[in-house]
């Protein structure tokens, strides 16, 4: 089902939120809903909220593409969570009547079935592989070789290039300086990152590692990754073109 670019589907798992030590959902029915290009929303029916929790907030807000929205504040154990949620009384796309959806940073636990789920949920047409390979994988900054590997995985996930993960013993690590900076996806875990620094140049935070990756991504853990767009990577001593991602 789609409207413009807004693409709705059932999903079958059941999908929980928590807020406060409260389970604000429960349902076996969630629907998921395209609003951002990257990654789905879930939408929980109505008559799967917990009673009492969600609060008018006297606000409204637009969307072309599925109409006006109320929003409304989530309580829970005397927590209130201002703006955390919203509806489309009359909307746009028919599948979103009697739904709500709930501002995932908004609140404390997510979870599909009985597993936790973070960031946001996870798309069912985002698939990981993660494979080994032989082939010479060596990135170059600034003219320098700062890693060379014939040991790496490439991780393949749709929608981006592959990325390289290679030893940390085929990198100089004597040019990496670890940052605060960190990031998480919920196919992959928590990330942390360096900086490179060449020539007295530095380029922040163009390498990542997933120390304690989720399961699916487990080939991975303590290897590094060098952003394809912001390197000069070679495979088999073959220049590949720098992806234009958003991450460039």
Avoid at 23 to 28: E, F, K, Q, R, Y
Avoid at 100 to 120: L, P, Q, S, T
């Amino acid at each position: 089902m789609a409207n413009g670019r807004v693409r709705v589907e059932q999903s079958g798992k059941r999908v929980r939120t928590v807020l406060a030590g409260k389970t604000i959902a429960d349902t076996l029915t969630p629907l998921l809903v395209w609003e951002k290009p990257y990654y789905p929303t879930y939408y929980l029916p109505l008559a799967d909220i917990a009673e009492g929790v969600l609060v008018d907030s006297g606000t409204t807000d637009r969307s072309p593409s599925r109409g006006t929205a109320v929003v409304y504040d989530v309580l829970a154990n005397d927590v209130l969570a201002p703006g955390a949620a919203y509806a489309y009384p009359d909307p746009e796309i028919d599948a979103l009547d009697g739904h709500v959806a709930f501002k995932w940073e908004a609140m404390d636990h997510w979870f599909e079935e009985d597993e936790e789920v973070y960031v946001h949920p996870r798309d069912p047409y985002t698939r990981v592989d993660i494979l080994p390979t032989s082939r010479r994988i060596r990135i170059e900054v600034d003219g320098e070789t700062v890693a060379d590997s014939t040991s790496g995985r490439i991780l393949f996930e749709t929608g981006l290039p592959p990325r390289y993960y290679l030893p940390k013993t085929d990198v100089r690590m004597e040019l990496l300086t670890p940052t605060e900076h960190g990031t998480s996806c919920p196919y992959k875990g928590d990330a942390t990152y360096w900086s490179v620094t060449v020539g007295g140049s530095v380029h922040d935070n163009i390498v990542w590692s997933y120390p304690f990756p989720t399961k699916e991504s487990a080939d991975v853990a303590g290897l590094v990754c060098f952003y394809n767009e912001r390197v000069d990577l070679y495979v088999d001593e073959v220049h590949q073109e720098r992806p234009k991602t958003h991450f460039a």
